[in-house]
């Protein structure tokens, strides 16, 4: 693994399941596009257009959906990193007690 990969101690994992389902949210509409077999049909047709045009203008408001879902997702991600490098980040004011003062 190299060092780039490697996440510091106490912080998120560098793969985590928010980055995982957003490069799966990329990949849908890529790999339904190139499996051509899927939708190379003239029927069923759809207000005069053969399957072939409709089901390919389908797919452009629905690959910008899931495009904005992976945005999304990665986003609040690096949110949630943010707020845990900030909490590992903190330091601890002298003259208080870790256990704040319950001991």
Known sequence: MSSSQVSAPGAPPVVSPARVLAGLCLLVPVVV????????????EFGGLPFFYWYQLMWVPLSALFTGSAYLLIRRDEAARRAASAVAAAPVLPGRPKDGGRS
């Not at 596009?33 to 069923?44: A, G």
Request: proline fraction near 17%; avoid cysteine.
């Open 33 to 44: 596009m190139l499996w051509v077999p899927s939708y190379s049909k003239t029927s069923p």
